[in-house]
């Protein structure tokens, strides 16, 4: 029936492109149809005789709500009669005919050294932990059938492993902007979002989905973030967590940046570690504020530091009103944003600031902010991040005690 012909519906983005390629890689804006695309693509392949896949997610938890049971996954596709099941336990998906696809996260690369695949989808590669090991990791395993295909769907962001990968022998690129799925997305969605990010570098990644290079001015670049991570564990001598709280607290403003970071060592040889962005908005006084305490006894916190330049009574009083005896330092800005982020840009490039995971907004916000392209929109998650990062390095002891509110 036309109603279960993808061909026909699909726009021109979401097909496999024509000619001989061993990765397809879709480039799209949020919404543009990435992940339909790929749940399409696994099942032309298990109708054409596949039988082992793979399936990658940024967390099992990704692969799961997303790739499997979301609104356009595997099991909502097709005709029901030939729709897989998923077994939870073994973490495996079962076609009617025989074939099956394994989930993986890209959390544990190691996971994929051994099985082997005819076929395989990853998505959402651009915010993959270890993208470029999990990538090597699973092409390895593509050594069953003939001409075994990989298919990528991902929002693009300019990490190393993008860009090397759009260079690469054999891919077959891809793109959509977002308006191109426009007529399957609620009628409110793009009107907010263009509200949101206006014609900002942000705009351009996730709406247009363009990969963007590092932007001249920018106080970050991609490389600095590469070398900043170090994705394990950590055992801080001291952990607080930053709050950029937003000047109002409707539906319409800024995001609160809340960033939890630790600090080790002594003198010169003392190291930050962002441990946590908990960043989020539009975001009202009471959310935020919960938020806050949520980290704070989430990660044992020492204190929090809060800029109070947007009514330092108002954000003594909600944090007071979630967490009553909540150990508060109030700070105050007296330069621009650019000038109290260079300090904390500059210790990221002497090595003496350490990402535990990967934060991709945040990581977003910092390879833009300072550039003329980033536009005006509030860098919430950066302002968090300088004010961590200045505590725990660039304050002197003995400096204005804490005072509990």
């Known amino acids: 029936m036309l109603i279960e012909d993808w061909r026909f519906w699909a726009h021109a983005a979401q097909l496999p492109p024509a000619g001989d390629w061993s990765i397809w890689l879709f480039l799209g804006g949020r919404g543009a149809g990435k992940t339909r695309a790929g749940a399409e693509w696994v099942r032309g392949q298990v109708a054409a005789g596949k039988r082992r896949i793979a399936l990658v997610a940024p967390t099992l938890n990704d692969a799961r709500e997303v790739m499997i049971n979301g609104p356009s996954g595997l099991k909502h596709v097709g005709r029901d009669e030939d729709r897989p099941i998923y077994e939870s336990s073994r973490r495996r998906l079962v076609w009617p005919n025989g074939a099956e696809g394994y989930v993986f996260s890209a959390e544990d690369p190691d996971s994929l050294r051994g099985p082997q695949f005819s076929t395989a989808w990853g998505d959402e590669f651009s915010v993959w932990s270890h993208p470029q090991t999990t990538l090597d990791t699973l092409l390895m395993g593509l050594r069953l059938g003939d001409a075994p295909q990989l298919a990528l769907t991902t929002t693009p962001r300019p990490i190393p492993a993008v860009k090397s990968l759009v260079k690469r022998h054999g891919v077959a690129i891809t793109h959509a902007a977002t308006t191109e799925n426009k007529a399957n997305l609620a009628d409110a969605f793009l009107p907010a979002m263009q509200a949101a990010y206006g014609g900002s570098l942000l705009a351009r990644q996730e709406l247009e989905g363009l990969l963007i290079e590092d932007p001249a001015g920018a106080l970050w670049t991609r490389k600095d973030i590469e070398n900043a991570c170090c994705p394990g564990p950590v055992d801080p001598q001291r952990i607080i967590v930053a709050v950029d709280p937003p000047a109002t607290g409707h539906d319409r403003s800024d995001e609160c940046g809340i960033v939890v970071a630790g600090a080790s060592g002594e003198g010169s040889d003392r190291t930050a570690t962002i441990l946590a962005d908990r960043s989020f908005g539009p975001a009202k006084p009471s959310a935020w504020a919960e938020a806050v305490g949520a980290a704070f006894d989430g990660f044992e916190a020492d204190c929090v530091v809060a800029e109070s330049n947007q009514g330092g009574d108002m954000v003594a009083a ?66 968090a991040l300088v004010w961590a990062v200045t505590e725990l390095l660039m304050t002197p002891r003995g400096a204005p005690r804490l005072r509990s509110l």
């Open 318 to 383: 909600v944090l007071r009103a979630a967490r009553p005896g909540l150990p508060v330092k109030l700070v105050r800005a007296s330069r621009g944003k650019r000038a109290r982020a260079e300090p904390a840009a500059a210790l990221y490039a002497a090595g003496r600031v350490r990402h535990a995971g990967r934060f991709p907004a945040l990581e977003d916000q910092m390879c833009a902010f300072g550039s003329p392209e980033a536009g005006s929109q509030s860098p919430d998650r950066v302002d």
